[in-house]
């Protein structure tokens, strides 16, 4: 399975190093590797933090064309900017352990399964420390 973790953010929001540091332990080979069945072919999140003026929404897409799920993970820019790098770190594990799983769940996909990509999600999530 392509799991991919992206993000549209404000530079001030300091969210590259913690995107980084999490690519460097290896998500992307571990879900690669992974065979959840062929209902669902990859999982992208999109951390949101930009100025709350703009009023930019979630957005949560499942393409059953592509076989993907596409979400957005909302963060709060005044927030980011006041947090050290390590509680940047802990905001996206936290987050990406809550709102993965909920967007998931939330769509029932054939030949896919779920309750084992979950299983295996959090425990990388929690493996890396952070949360």
């Known amino acids: 399975m392509r799991f991919n973790i992206l993000s549209d953010s404000d530079w001030e929001a300091r969210l590259e190093g913690a995107l980084h540091a999490l690519s460097d332990l290896g998500y992307r080979n571990y879900f690669m590797d992974k065979d959840y069945g062929d209902g669902l072919l990859g999982v992208t999140v999109v951390f949101m933090c930009q100025d ?32 050290t790098p390590e509680a940047r770190k802990r905001l996206v594990v936290e ?13 029932k996909i054939k030949d896919f399964d779920t309750a084992h990509f979950i299983a295996d999600f959090q425990e990388w999530m929690s493996a890396t420390g952070w949360a």
């Open 52 to 83: 709350p003026d703009l009023s930019l929404k979630r957005r949560v897409r499942h393409s059953k064309k592509e076989k993907k799920i596409y979400m957005d993970i909302m963060l709060d820019l005044p927030e980011m900017k006041a947090a």
């Open 95 to 107: 987050r990406l352990l809550s709102e993965v799983p909920e967007v998931v769940l939330k769509y």
